[in-house]
T-cell receptor
Framework: SAVISQKPSRDICQRGTSLTIQCQVD?????MFWYRQQPGQSLTLIAT?????????ESGFVIDKFPISRPNLTFSTLTVSNMSPEDSSIYLC?????????????FGQGTRLTVV | AQSVAQPEDQVNVAEGNPLTVKCTYS??????LFWYVQYPNRGLQFLLK??????LVKGSYGFEAEFNKSQTSFHLKKPSALVSDSALYFC???????????FGSGTRLQVQP
C-alpha cells in the first residue's frame, strides 16, 4: 500500500490569504487527486493532478481559486487562494497506482483548514 | 454519471451485536465498489473492495460486504461489533469511465458498550 504524507496537518488562516498544501507519495503513481471534505460532509473531488500539465478540475472548482501543481510523479501541491470562511474544510490528497480501476486508492491524513 | 447513496446518517448498535451499514450505487458500466473508514482527525483508511467474483468480500478488522447486482447494493457488515469500530464509514464507487472515486454521504457508526 502507498504511504501518502500531507503537510501541514492543520492550519488557521486569515481570510484573503493563501495556503499551499503539499502531498508526497512514497511510490511512483500515475494519478493523484485532491478532495475537499466540508464540515459534516462527504468527500468532493476538486481536481485530478496531472504530471507535467494543467490539472483537470471538476465542475464548481476553478484554477484561479485552487491552483494545483504536480512537478513529478510523487509530489503535488494544492493552493487555496484568497481564502474565505467557506473554505474551512479538510483537504485530502489521494493516489491511484498505475491508474488501474481495480486498485484501491490511498489517502493522506488530510489538512484541516480553518479560515477566520 | 456515477452516484452512491448511504441512506442512514447514523447507525447505533450494541457491542457484540451484528452491524450493517447500507450502500446503494448507480453506474453506467461495471462497478468497482469500496468501503473506507475515517476515525477522528485521521484520513480515510481502506477496508475492502469488490471488483469481480464472489459476492461476499472480506476486508480488514473483521468487516465484510455483500455485493448484490440486482439491488445495486454493497452493504457493509460485521458479525460482532466492537466499541472501537465507532467511526465514519464511506462507500465509494468507480466505473470504467472515471478513475476518481465518487463517495456516499457517509454513515456514522456508534457502538455502545
Amino acid at each position: 500500500s502507498a504511504v501518502i504524507s500531507q503537510k501541514p496537518s492543520r492550519d488557521i488562516c486569515q481570510r484573503g490569504t493563501s495556503l499551499t498544501i503539499q502531498c508526497q507519495v512514497d511510490s511512483q503513481v500515475t494519478m493523484m487527486f485532491w478532495y475537499r471534505q466540508q464540515p459534516g460532509q462527504s468527500l468532493t473531488l476538486i481536481a485530478t493532478a496531472n504530471q507535467g500539465s494543467e490539472a483537470t478540475y471538476e465542475s464548481g472548482f476553478v484554477i484561479d481559486k485552487f491552483p494545483i501543481s504536480r512537478p513529478n510523479l510523487t509530489f503535488s501541491t494544492l493552493t487555496v487562494s484568497n481564502m474565505s470562511p467557506e473554505d474551512s474544510s479538510i483537504y485530502l490528497c489521494s493516489n491511484l497506482d498505475r491508474g488501474l480501476l481495480n486498485t484501491e486508492a490511498f489517502f493522506g491524513q488530510g489538512t484541516r483548514l480553518t479560515v477566520v | 454519471a456515477q452516484s452512491v447513496a448511504q441512506p442512514e446518517d447514523q447507525v447505533n448498535v450494541a457491542e457484540g451485536n451484528p452491524l450493517t451499514v447500507k450502500c446503494t450505487y448507480s453506474v453506467s458500466g461495471n462497478p468497482y465498489l469500496f468501503w473506507y473508514v475515517q476515525y477522528p482527525n485521521r484520513g480515510l483508511q481502506f477496508l475492502l473492495k469488490y471488483i469481480t467474483g464472489d459476492n461476499l468480500v472480506k476486508g480488514s478488522y473483521g468487516f465484510e460486504a455483500e455485493f448484490n447486482k440486482s439491488q445495486t447494493s454493497f452493504h457493509l457488515k460485521k458479525p460482532s461489533a466492537l466499541v472501537s469500530d465507532s467511526a465514519l464509514y464511506f462507500c465509494a464507487v468507480r466505473d470504467t469511465g472515471r478513475r476518481a472515486l465518487t463517495f456516499g454521504s457517509g454513515t456514522r457508526l456508534q457502538v455502545q458498550p
